[in-house]
């Protein structure tokens, strides 16, 4: 018992000894960076910095993070994800990871994405246009809603027509218990909706039952969809 629960912790341990910032769920955090620049954590996310040197590198470990970086400075930001690399002299952006990619969405100004595996994949990005980068490529740019893909940074989430199961898989990061569907059906259902993302369990609720579903909770934050 020991031994599983210590294997369980090592993964939360070692990212803890790499990163100078991390949040829990349902945490958010800015931190003041050494250039003047500025970095808003997500719920479950974790970043290192470097700033030894006159450099201006940080990398995103774990989950999201939007940045505000400081203009008018000789020496590039750059900003590593698990996938891609972000070079920037001033602007406003965020780098979301998952298991299978780096997402860079484009606020304010003007970004270059890379492939780390394959350098000379590139792509430049203007305000409103988002970019996915995998360990194998980098995909078309696109355009998004901005607005709706930070809403994070007004403490919301915002969505317009997304399988439930989708939006779930969003959610579970800002709730600190368990979730388990047991109606795999009701993750196709089409939802939209714009939340306040302070009470998740109520979120999921909402959204549970607007899909058809039903919810079960029990004690230590468990939830059971049918």
Known sequence: MIVAFALAKAPDLSLRLRADYVTVAGEQRIVALPDGS??????????ALDFANGQRNVRVLKGEAYFDVRA??????????????VEVKGTTFSVQLDDSEDNVVLSHGAVEVANRAQPQEHASLSPG?????????????????????????QGRIRF???PFGEVLNDLRRYYPGRIFVANSAIERVSVSGNYKLDQPLLVIQSLAEAAGGTVTTLPGGIIILR
Do not use: C, Q
């Open 129 to 153: 246009e988002m970019v996915s980068v995998t360990a194998t490529s980098i995909s078309p740019v696109r355009k998004v809603d901005a607005e709706s893909s930070l809403a994070w940074l």
């Open 38 to 47: 500025r970095v808003t954590l997500n719920t479950e996310s974790a970043v």
């Open 160 to 162: 317009d027509d997304r």
């Open 72 to 85: 008018g400075l000789p020496i590039p930001f750059r900003v590593a994800g698990r996938f891609g690399d």
